[in-house]
Each structure stands twice: as C-alpha cells, then as structure tokens.
C-alpha cells in the first residue's frame, strides 16, 4: 500500500518506518527542510534504540522515503497519516493548528479517495474537525479514521511491530477494512484490533495516559508516606503488585514523570472535561503530586546540606526523563538542576544520550561530563534521577573514591541502600528505610 506519513517527529519517523517494514511503499514528509535532508542523508534527529537500523535498510531497498512536497506525497499515496505535534496551549488544551493545517493540504491536494488517518493524540472531537476541514476543500471522496499511538519512548519499534492491540475508530466499512489490511502483520499472534467510533478511539489514548501516569503519581505519594512512618516502598511494591488485580508494571517510585505524552495528555484531558462541564478531582491530583515529586530531590539535598548551597557541586546522573530516549520534555532533572544553580551550587552532569538536548535548555550553566564516573570528580554529592542501565552496576567503591563526601541522593532506587550505608555512604532514596 501507498503512505504518506506526514509529520517526521518521533511518531511520523517510527510509525512510516515500522510500515516500510512490512512491505509498504512509505513517503514520510516534513516541512523542515532540515530534519529531510538530515533523513535523506541517512542521519537520524531522534534517539530510538533499533530506529536507524530500520531505516537505513528500508531506504536501501526502496521502501521509505523523504520528502518535502506535502502535495506530492499526498497525490501518490492512498493512506495519509497526520503524525504532527498537538503541543500544549496555555490552558492546558491541546493546540491543534498543525493537524488541522495537515488536514487542509490534503483536502487542496487529492486527486481522488485518501483514507485519512488520525495518528496525532488529539481531543475527543478532532475527528469530526478533519472530516469539515475536507468537506470546505474536497468533493472527492474520503474516510477519517482514529488510530492512536502507544509508543513508549525507548521501546517504540517493539511496541509497534508487537503491539497489546490496534485502536481503529471507524465509521466506514472501508477505511476498516484498509486499516486491518494494514494492521494484519503486526497481529498475527492473536493480539486484537478494536474497532469502535472515533470519541472512544481518540478519549482511550487519553484515559490509557491518565491511567499510567495515576499509577506513577500514586507510588510517590506512597514513598512519601513510607518515609514517614518508617515503611519502605520496594517491599510495599512488592506486597501490592503480587495483587493480581493490580500487578506490576508503572509501581516505581522516583523524581515524577516527565516526557512528551503524559504531562500534556494529562493536561488535555483535565482541559477537554472542563470544556464539557465534568470535574477532574483525580487527574487534577494526578499532576499536583508529579509536580511537587519533581522538587523531592532538591528538598533532599537541601536537607543534608542546607539551604545556601555555594560552594557545593553536584554530580547529577541521568538527564533525559526516562532511559533509552534524550528527550528532556519536562524532564525531573531540569527542576533539580534549576534549583541547584539558584541555590548557589555547580552541576556536573552526564547522560548517555540528552546531553546535546539538555545544552540547548541549559546551555553553559552545567559542565557537561564525558562518563558517569568523570562527573563525580570533585562533587560533594552524586544524585541519580534518571535509570540508565549502565549505572546500575557500577563500582560504589570508584564513586566513593571520586566524590568529595560519600553522599548519595538515588531517586531511582537504583541501589541497595544497606549495602551503601554499609560502605559508608550517606544514602537517601525514595520511599525507602
């Protein structure tokens, strides 16, 4: 089949990637002259682990391809997807002058039936914006379908080539059945496809969100309350998740959730209810406490070492919001480092991947370590927010040696926090004895 996936941020590139992949002719289009050379010239604008790979050996045999000509790619292609940013108003709402304007290029440009495709998270009642931006445009037939995405950044390409199942919101026997054609490959297993109207299919990558980031909000919640009480969240974890009803998966506590889909979904979601008159007292709590948890580290640091912090430096170890990603949208680290410098203290931070993203929010102000280990040289204390893998296991003996003082501020949980005290560190994590 014939795509246009219109859009090259982080959706676009995986979502026309992951269809080349099965066969499918793919244009993936961007107005940013830009990030299309960049594509064409073989160089990827995003870290996805598996995401160049991909890309390279479906340009290679002839299946993916870039470009520029919004008009052109429409007019070859049966199947548009609209994969722009929704970026957050000032009110919370999402801001949909991107998809909309995708919308209208399309209606000025086909040439015949396009099957049009909601892959943007967007508010209930998009759906029906697209369908009257075409009518104004078009007299040519056309089909509107909801198809949210539930990519988790740094295991997208698994997550859509095995997806849990495919959200279609349909109203056409026809657009259904392409979209299943579609979809076939990556359901083979027996994982469904829901077919349902597009409300339901564009209100569930919402509720899904809202959803994931309640769980996150309630475990720090937790961690706090088992710091005062003396109880420690891990066995609390533990204790909760063996629940059948309630199982594992988002129960960690840490520096709060970041990124680019919950703080803004959460956010659309609460704005989208309000619009319709409903109250939000649990998604408004929701975000209340992941953005009181994002201040939870400093408020340690200033603990041990009081309020006037000139003088100090601070190694701080993970800079993107999660691991496998650089992306530093409302990234804990940024609130932690804000603070440090207008406390008076230095910063020495290293990450794997989010250092070239974080110079452009930060710039200068951080002195930027080439490992892990050459940002504790000098620091009075090294403070863990984000859970690369490679820092799991590294030396407590090395660190100890370069630090200044053995202070260890984990808010991953990372470490054994008997073993560190053991070694002779002062060690706080969260939520733990």
Partial sequence: MKIA???????????????????????????????????????VPIYEPGLEELIQRNVAE???????????????????FIAVGTPMGDDGSADLKYVLAVARSIGKSMDGHRLVVLKSTVPVGTNKLVKEELRKLTKHEFDVVSNPEFLKEGAAIDDFMKPDRVVIGSESA????????LYAPFVRTGKPILVMDPASAEMTKYAAN??????????????????????DVNEVRKGIGTDARIGFPFLFAGAGYGGSCFPKDVRALAR???????????IDAVEAVNDRQKHLLFEKVVKIFGKNLAGKRFAVWGLAFKPKTDDMREAPSLVLIEALLKAGAAV?????????ETKKT?????????SALKALEGADAMILVTEWNEFRNIDPEEVKKLLKTPVVIDGRNVFSPQRMREMGFTYTGIGTR
């Fill in 5 to 43: 996936v219109i859009g090259t941020g982080y959706v676009g590139l995986v979502v026309g990637t992951c269809f080349a992949e099965t066969g499918n002719r793919v244009t993936c289009v961007d107005v940013d002259e830009r990030k299309i050379k960049m594509l064409k010239d073989g160089k």
């Fill in 62 to 80: 002839g299946r993916l391809f870039f470009s520029t000509d919004v008009e052109e790619s429409i007019k070859n292609s049966k199947v548009c």
């Fill in 174 to 181: 026809r657009a259904t059945q392409m979209m299943q054609e």
């Fill in 210 to 231: 809202a959803m994931l980031a309640t769980r996150i909000s309630f475990m720090n919640e937790m961690a706090r309350i088992c710091e005062a009480v003396g109880a």
């Fill in 272 to 282: 989208t209810a309000s619009q319709h008159g409903c109250e939000t007292k649990i």
């Fill in 348 to 356: 020495t931070a290293f990450d794997p991947e989010a250092i070239p």
């Fill in 362 to 370: 930060l710039g200068d102000q951080v002195r930027y370590a080439d």
